[in-house]
C-alpha cells in the first residue's frame, strides 16, 4: 500500500512549509507554491490515520484540469503541473473565507434543517423540504477557514461587518461563484453527473483576485449521478453519489462523528483500496478520460526530483 502521507522536502529557494489536511505547501522565493496533494484523507477536520492510494494524483489532475477549463471566468494561481501529485503557482494572500455553493440540500447542510434550522448562513429556507431536492437557485453559503479545528458557517453579512472581506471585493467572490459553478455544472452534466455542491478558495495578488487551492475535486465537492437523480428522489433513496460523503457515512456507521473522545474505527488495507478506487472511479467519470497510475513505488524521490527540475528550469 503505497501512499503518501508525509513530506519533508527541501526545494531550492525554499522560504517555509505548511502542512495542511490533505496538501503540504511550500513556498519558493516567497512568491513561488509548489503544492503537494498527499494521499492523506480528512472527514470531520480530522486526518485519518491511513492514507488512500492515488488519492493525491486523482485530486491533483482533476483540480488541473478544472483550473485550465475556467481560466477565462477568473484568473488562478496554476503557472505548472511538475508532477502527478504535484501543482506550482502563484503565492497569493487567501481570504480568510470559503465560498461554498448549493445546488442541492444535502450532507450536512441536509443535517442542520432536518434539526429544524430554517436559516443557513443568514439565508432562509423554505419549509418542507426533502432531502437532496434541488434549490430554485444556487445558494452561497460561505464559511470562515480555519487553520486548525472546525471552519464555521458565516453570513455575507457578519463578513463584511467583520471585515473579513470587503463588499466591493465580496460581491466579487459571490460573482466568480456563481459563475464557476455554472461552467462545472454544464461540464458535469455532459459526464451525466450533477454538481452538488462545492467550493472555492480565492486570494489576492498584486491587488488582483486569483481562484486558488483545488477546484471541483471529490474532497471539495459533492456529484450525484443524473441518470438516477429523479427516481432515487421520487422514491426516497438515497442517492448514489461520487464524493467524499461514502467515507463520512462509513465513519458515522462506526460511531465516528470528529467529536472529542471519539476513536477513528480501524482502516484495513482492504479498505482503503475500496477508497481508492472510489476516487479513480470519480476521476473517470468526471473527467471522461482513463485514469493512468504514475508509478509510486518511490513516491518521494519521484516528486522532489520533478519539482526541482522544473525550478531549475
Known amino acids: 500500500m503505497d501512499a503518501l502521507i508525509k513530506t519533508d522536502f527541501i526545494f531550492p529557494g525554499q522560504t ?12 519558493v522565493d516567497n512568491n513561488t507554491l509548489v503544492m503537494v496533494a498527499t494521499d492523506r484523507i480528512s472527514a470531520f477536520d480530522v486526518v485519518l490515520p491511513k492514507g488512500i492510494p492515488y488519492k493525491g494524483q486523482v485530486l491533483n489532475q482533476i483540480a488541473s484540469k478544472f483550473l485550465d477549463a475556467t481560466s477565462d471566468i ?10 502527478p501529485m504535484v501543482t506550482v503557482g502563484h503565492r497569493c494572500e487567501p481570504y480568510k473565507v470559503e465560498m461554498v455553493i448549493r445546488g442541492y440540500i444535502t450532507g450536512s447542510a441536509w443535517r442542520e434543517y432536518k434539526k429544524g434550522a430554517r436559516i443557513l448562513c443568514g439565508l432562509p429556507l423554505p419549509e418542507g423540504l426533502r432531502e ?9 453559503t460561505p464559511t ?10 458565516i453570513s455575507k453579512q457578519e463578513i463584511i461587518a467583520q471585515g473579513l472581506v470587503s463588499k466591493e471585493e465580496y460581491e ?22 450533477i454538481l452538488v455542491d462545492t467550493k472555492y478558495e480565492f486570494g489576492k495578488k498584486d491587488g488582483k483576485i486569483y481562484l486558488i487551492d483545488e477546484i471541483h475535486t471529490p474532497d471539495s ?4 449521478y443524473s441518470k438516477e437523480y429523479e427516481e432515487r428522489f421520487r422514491r426516497g433513496e438515497d442517492q448514489r453519489q461520487l464524493s ?3 467515507v463520512r457515512q462509513w ?11 471519539q476513536v477513528v474505527p480501524e482502516m484495513s488495507d482492504e479498505y482503503c483500496r475500496s477508497v481508492s478506487e472510489r476516487y479513480i472511479e470519480l476521476y473517470e467519470k468526471i473527467v471522461g478520460e482513463k485514469f493512468i497510475p504514475a508509478d509510486n513505488s518511490d513516491l518521494k524521490a519521484r516528486i522532489e526530483k520533478n519539482v526541482i527540475n522544473y525550478l531549475n528550469r
Not at 517555509?16 to 513556498?27: A, E, F, L, Q
Not at 465537492?221 to 450525484?224: A, G, M, P, T
Open 172 to 193: 466579487e467572490l459571490e460573482k466568480y461563484t456563481y459563475q464557476l459553478f455554472e461552467r462545472g455544472t454544464e461540464m458535469a452534466a455532459e459526464k451525466g453527473l
Open 251 to 261: 465513519l458515522m456507521e462506526h460511531g465516528f462523528k470528529g467529536q472529542p473522545g
Open 144 to 153: 470562515t477557514k480555519a487553520d486548525k479545528g472546525h471552519d464555521e458557517n
Open 16 to 27: 517555509s512549509v505548511y502542512h495542511g489536511k490533505v496538501r503540504d505547501v511550500y513556498s
Open 132 to 140: 437532496n431536492q434541488k434549490f430554485d437557485t444556487p445558494l452561497i
Open 74 to 83: 477568473v484568473p488562478n494561481w496554476k503557472s505548472a503541473e511538475p508532477d
Open 244 to 246: 467524499k460523503e461514502f
Open 221 to 224: 465537492s459533492r456529484y450525484f
